[in-house]
């Protein structure tokens, strides 16, 4: 079965800092790979989703991860960071059942603060 | 509206009310999910339905049941809970649920924005 660890639970940046966050993944397959992002209150929204077309994958608010196989890593990266940054961040894998069908499996969450 | 909505936002009930949690998707998409999230723990996936097929059950408690009358519209029908089910519940859904191949890789999956369940 895949899984997916996240290596911090919390990052605090300041404003236009880089923001890394960190992310490794076990899989015995060629997985998907994705980042979702959660503001207060609000539900999940997709950042980028990695599918072995090109390991640098760019996503929105200019936020990118690199699929690294030889390191089993899919770290999410920012070169500056801005106040609205500040949220929970998912690092997810894709699964396949024993039935054939796919399932995502989600990371416990870093929660990134961004301070002025 | 566009994209997944949930309602209602926040709900409070006692243990023993029946109360129904309910998700609607505008994208066209053929799967949808419920999941559970509470504070410190990993998203829970609950139900998986697939062009209104129960897909996946992750040995939720019967006090949780789903329904899926149509690929737009999900409910989850709650009864008698307990404290420990107060958590946020979020609804998903995505183009599919079977994998496009090992070269299309999985479905994203797009959430909506949660119901805040607090159980008193």
């Known amino acids: 079965a895949q899984s997916v660890t996240q290596l911090d639970s919390h990052v605090s940046v300041s404003e236009g800092t880089p923001v890394l966050l960190r992310c490794n993944y076990s899989?015995?397959?060629?997985?998907?790979l994705f980042w979702y992002v959660q503001h207060p209150n609000k539900g999940l929204q997709l950042l980028l989703k990695y599918t072995s077309a090109a390991t640098l994958v760019k996503g929105i608010n200019g936020f990118e991860a690199e699929f690294k196989k030889s390191e089993t890593s899919f770290h999410l990266t920012k070169p500056s960071a801005h106040m609205s940054d500040a949220a929970e961040y998912f690092c997810?894998?894709?699964?396949?059942?024993?039935?054939?069908?796919?399932?995502?499996?989600f990371g416990a969450g870093t929660r990134l603060a961004v301070h002025p | 509206e566009t994209g997944v909505t949930q309602t209602p936002r926040h709900l409070v009930m006692g243990m023993t009310n029946k109360k129904s949690l309910k998700c609607e998707q505008h994208l066209g998409h053929n799967a949808m999910y419920w999941y559970k999230q509470s504070a410190k723990k990993p998203l829970e996936l609950m139900f998986v339905y697939s062009l209104e097929e129960r897909v996946e059950n992750n040995s939720v408690p019967s006090r949780f049941s789903p329904e899926c009358p149509n690929s737009s519209h999900l409910f989850l029908h709650l009864h008698t809970l307990q404290p420990e089910d107060s958590a946020l519940y979020l609804c998903a859904s995505s183009q599919d649920f079977f994998p496009l191949g090992l070269a299309g890789g999985a479905y994203e999956q797009y959430f909506g924005p949660g119901t805040r369940l607090t159980v008193t």
């Open positions: 899989s015995s397959y060629s997985p998907s």
């Open positions: 997810v894998v894709s699964d396949q059942d024993p039935g054939g069908y796919n399932k995502l499996i």
